[in-house]
């Protein structure tokens, strides 16, 4: 239940695509004479619940190890009318049905536009290890296009397909979402990210971004991932079960269940900008402070407007916001006189 993200030189990542590109074009469902030994599941929606595991390793590796080419990957148009892009290992036996099911499932989770750039790729447990790394459950490839690789059948534990499956999905929506100057896989969304204040716990040793071993439980992306699984069960109406993949500093109340819904149908567009007046005197200071309330963790930057013949600075121009709500932004007088337009661009 890892993302799987290229985390060394550029040169492995072109190795990645290169690789999944050729089994795209290469591949038929299998090599003849090799008779489907699996059934592939049929999706329940229900299931999601079953988020959870015991003593799964989710470490994913650093490089793509298969020997074998892709399957050959199938578009099935869901009822909100996108395509869904299905293959399937041939160690499954599955028919057309089965496959708009699992399509259908998909498409009922929450997701945007992202939906149609993402491949599905179902492989039995025994065949993770090739495109995850050893004992991983699964893992979403930042490719081109990106991959996720899960399970079509129930793993021990009560670690379910359908809730591995959502469970990637989110990070494909995350990958999919700006959250600058943090990348939105590692930190989660923009608001999901900033009511969970991951900045702050970050820079305090409380989060560790992309570590998927030893801080698993502690990694924001897989925070968010698991948060976005429990976000579509509130929303399908499946009970929940016991929170155990990831720590519970990441566990959705309900205002952040609506932030991640929020973030996947109308995410974060940039920043805004706020206008700010004043005037510097003869006999006033030479310097004026303005607080600048910031909702969202980011980048907020100012500039300032003098009158003809003036000359005025904003001592610091640009502020990270990180967990603090308020920041503020110093105007200077250098030159002359008159009134001024502080012009704030805040996340």
């Not at 929303?235 to 991640?260: C, S």
């Amino acid at each position: 239940m890892a993302h799987r993200r290229p985390r060394v030189r550029s040169g492995v990542l072109r190795v990645a695509v290169v690789a999944a590109l050729m089994g795209l074009v290469i591949s038929p469902l299998g090599a003849a004479g090799k008779e489907p030994a699996r059934q592939l599941e049929t999706p329940n929606a229900g299931d999601l619940r079953f988020g959870y595991g015991a003593d799964i390793d989710t470490k994913a590796a650093s490089t793509n190890d298969r020997d074998d080419p892709l399957p050959i990957a199938r578009a099935f148009r869901v009822a909100s009318g996108e395509e869904v892009r299905i293959g399937v290992s041939p160690a499954y036996s599955f028919d057309d049905a089965r496959l708009q099911a699992w399509a259908d499932f998909i498409g009922s989770l929450l997701h945007g536009s992202e939906l149609g750039e993402v491949t599905f790729y179902f492989v039995p447990p025994s065949e993770i290890a090739e495109s995850c790394g050893p004992r991983a459950a699964a893992c979403y490839w930042v490719a081109v296009p990106p991959m996720i690789f899960t399970p079509g059948e129930d793993l021990p534990g009560l670690l379910t397909a359908e809730a591995i499956i959502a469970h990637e999905y989110g990070h494909h929506v995350s990958n999919s979402r700006p959250n600058p100057p943090w990348g939105a896989l590692f930190y989660g969304t923009k608001r999901w990210a900033s009511y969970v204040n991951v900045c702050a716990a970050v820079l305090a040793g409380q989060f560790f971004p992309g570590d998927g071993g030893e801080h698993y439980a502690l990694n924001p992306s897989e925070g968010f991932a698991e948060a976005y699984r429990v976000a579509n069960q509130r929303r399908l109406g499946v009970p929940e079960a016991p929170w155990r993949i990831v720590d519970q500093a990441f566990y959705p109340d309900a205002t952040a269940g609506a932030l991640i819904e929020r973030d996947v149908v109308d995410p974060w567009a940039g920043t805004s900008s706020v206008s700010y007046r004043g005037r510097f005197t003869r006999a006033g200071p030479s310097r004026l402070s303005f607080d600048v309330s910031t909702a969202l963790d980011g980048i907020a930057t100012a500039s300032v407007r003098a009158p003809k013949g003036a000359r005025f600075r904003v001592s610091q121009s640009m502020s990270t916001v990180c967990g603090q709500r308020t920041t503020y932004f110093t105007v200077r007088r250098v030159k002359g006189f008159g009134r001024f337009e502080l012009v704030v661009s805040r996340p």
